[in-house]
């Protein structure tokens, strides 16, 4: 059997779902359905609750099925009071970056290295998405030999610093390499011995010698004199770019400094 109520029943069996919400509430809701301009989602209130396209992500352009999985649970900011048609007007972009502001927060925090994608190549660095927040790299934060530059491209960061009341995010890429190099010379200082036989690169020429990367961040200076024994024996001059078999006659651990030779045999 049906049961009938009076219109006086009925709106007060309606008032039991209605949880008083209100402009700048946070609340969870189901995504029922879409629409060319958002999303509908039940919150549990005799109001529609709807979501509009332009509070559903930082990308403009992103559809509703895109952003949100009809049928799933997700938490919205409302940024509108049920008005005279019955509606709430919902944000899930507000939500999602809050998280996302809290998270970098930690991330900082914890000096981690993240992901990020390129959105921008522009002048004095690189803008970047982070979970739809906007971050900048600095020209002077890339890492020197960092290739990868273009839109759509990934590039590992750290967070320099961060102000969600500014909407500011500056982040650095040459802090995560020198960060690795730092460990990947800890590594090989713990390895070296006096009489090795290394092959290494020539980075750069001085007056005093020549500056050789004879493991990965770890360079070594072959003096002068043995450029000019270089010269006598091969009728070559070392130039920066060259590959060349160096010998370890010294090593102070103290200050990881690395003094190079040529080896016997060359």
Not at 127 to 155: H, M, Y
Not at 156 to 173: C, E, M, R, T, W
Request: proline share 2%; with cysteine.
């Amino acid at each position: 059997m049906v049961e009938k109520y009076s219109d006086s029943e009925f709106e007060a069996l309606l008032g039991k779902y209605d949880y008083n919400f209100k402009k700048g509430d946070i609340v969870k809701g189901v995504v029922c359905a879409y629409e060319s301009d958002g999303a509908i989602v039940d919150i549990g209130s005799k109001c529609t609750a709807f979501v509009p396209s332009y509070e559903l992500s930082s990308d403009r352009k992103a559809k509703a099925e895109d952003v949100l999985e009809k049928g799933t649970e997700y938490e919205f900011l409302i940024t509108q009071d049920c008005d005279e048609n019955g509606k709430f007007n919902l944000s899930y972009k507000k939500v999602h970056l809050a998280h996302t502001w809290a998270e970098l927060q930690k991330i900082k925090e914890a000096d981690e290295t993240i992901s990020v994608v390129i959105t921008q190549t522009v002048k004095g660095g690189l803008i970047v998405d982070v979970s739809g927040v906007q971050g900048f790299i600095p020209q002077g934060q890339l890492c020197a030999r960092e290739t990868i530059c273009n839109a759509g491209d990934k590039i590992d960061v750290k967070i320099l610093s961060l102000d969600k009341a500014q909407n500011n995010l500056i982040l650095s890429n040459r802090k995560v390499y020198e960060t690795n190099m730092a460990e990947t010379r800890k590594n090989v200082f713990a390895q070296i011995e006096v009489g090795q036989i290394v092959k290494g690169e020539v980075v750069r020429i001085t007056d005093f010698g020549a500056f050789v990367e004879v493991l990965p961040g770890v360079e070594a200076l072959l003096p002068q004199s043995e450029l000019a024994e270089y010269q006598n024996k091969t009728g070559a001059i070392l130039k920066a770019g060259d590959k060349i078999n160096t010998a370890i006659i010294k090593f102070n651990p103290k200050d990881k400094r690395i003094s190079l030779g040529l080896p016997v045999e060359s």
